[in-house]
């Protein structure tokens, strides 16, 4: 077994760590995203692929993490799924063996529904980009009482008023109210909201890589279609999210700050590749080895995030402490890189003093003197 954990661990440390969704206020969050993992100079891996082009050779990371509704702070990956030439492995499978590849929506709709049994204590809202935005899948989630948000196409056609109009020209139709301010790329921006009712009855068009395939029929949906505005000081419009929603009983204020925590995911990635552990320099030799080693990981990530948030003047000093282990230097107290990369420190540490005595590792030193 690579990496000192099993599928069950890992189920069993998420089970642990999604018991904080009972801190979550209404609903927990679950963010959805991709990530390419790169190794195209790691040649003795055998299965990795070219996943958009040629020199784009490694391997597909699809991840589902938890976070709360009342700050977006993280809580826990909750499904994981790693794409390879040979076939997927995903945390929601029972078999290690490799499955079938599905293309990435059909996959995460059964990540969805996997998620569904962990019996949580708080209904789940999903939350995805805009390479949700297929009717087909949709309605599927829809379909299974799924609740779900994403950020939608522009150029798709939907019934608005008994008019069939593309989603930016609904948008453009509105009228905006100003809810205050948040910080984009850094810096604060204004944010006006708007509202309005949309019917999605457009056919689902199945890929036709394969072959011609008709079609699909289905019911019409009803959604809120909320679309929500950034703006700088002179008025200019910075970024414009729309947004499709089947959750009726939250504010629209409320729904447009849930995209906005979406980013969470894309900090986790972040973590994964660049927190000390620098993912796209692992060099286990498939996708099976790579796969249990990101289940160490992150849970790793998940204790960190509990660290970030410590109150106790004995949990500030633990993480003073791991920031110096780190040795990275930071403009603010803490950061969530440098907290991972002191964690991975402060266990290599407490192996090694398992292993050797203080005097021993004191005669390290005095060695090592010698030497300088």
């Known amino acids: 077994m690579v ?9 069993s440390c998420r089970t642990r760590a999604c018991r904080k969704v009972t801190n979550c206020q209404q609903f927990a969050l679950c963010m959805h995203d991709w990530s390419r993992i790169k190794y195209i100079r790691h040649h003795r891996k055998q299965d990795t692929y070219a996943v958009t082009h040629a020199h784009d050779v490694g391997y597909d990371l699809q991840t589902s993490l938890l976070v709360n509704d009342i700050d977006g702070q993280p809580i826990s990956p909750i499904a994981q799924r790693l794409v390879s030439s040979k076939g997927s492995y995903a945390t929601y499978y029972d078999d290690s063996d490799p499955q079938t590849v599905k293309n990435n929506l059909d996959e995460l709709c059964d990540s969805i529904n996997s998620i569904k049994n962990y019996d949580l204590p708080k209904p789940v809202v999903h939350i995805i980009d805009r390479e949700a935005d297929s009717i087909f899948h949709l309605r599927k989630l829809s379909d299974n009482s799924q609740s779900w948000l994403i950020r939608a196409k522009k150029v798709n056609y939907v019934k608005h008023r008994d008019q069939r109009l593309t989603l930016s020209k609904v948008a453009s139709n509105l009228d905006y109210k100003e809810a205050g301010k948040v910080n984009y790329h850094g810096k604060p921006h204004r944010k006006f909201i708007a509202e309005t009712e949309v019917i999605i009855d457009r056919k689902a068009v199945p890929s036709q890589k394969k072959g011609y395939q008709s079609p699909i029929l289905g019911e019409p949906l009803t959604l809120r279609f909320i679309v929500c505005q950034l703006q700088d000081n002179q008025k200019n419009t910075i970024a414009q999210w729309l947004l499709l929603t089947n959750v009726t009983d939250v504010s629209t204020n409320i729904i ?32 099976l080895a790579i796969s249990k080693r990101l289940l160490v990981v992150s849970m790793a990530c998940v204790i960190v995030w509990k660290i970030a948030k410590a109150k106790t003047k004995k949990e500030i000093h633990f993480r003073d402490f791991l920031i110096k282990l780190s040795g990275k230097q930071v403009k603010k107290h803490f950061t969530h890189n440098a907290l991972l990369t002191g964690l991975w420190v402060f266990l290599a540490m407490s192996n090694v003093l398992k292993i050797y005595t203080t005097k021993q590792i004191t005669e390290f030193r005095q060695t090592m003197d010698i030497f300088v």
Do not use: D
């Open 3 to 11: 990496s000192g954990i099993s599928l069950p661990q890992y189920r």
């Open 256 to 287: 447009t700050v849930w995209y906005y925590w979406r980013w969470r995911i894309e900090s986790f990635f972040k973590l994964l590749k660049k927190g000390g552990h620098e993912l796209e320099c692992w060099q286990q030799e498939n996708a």
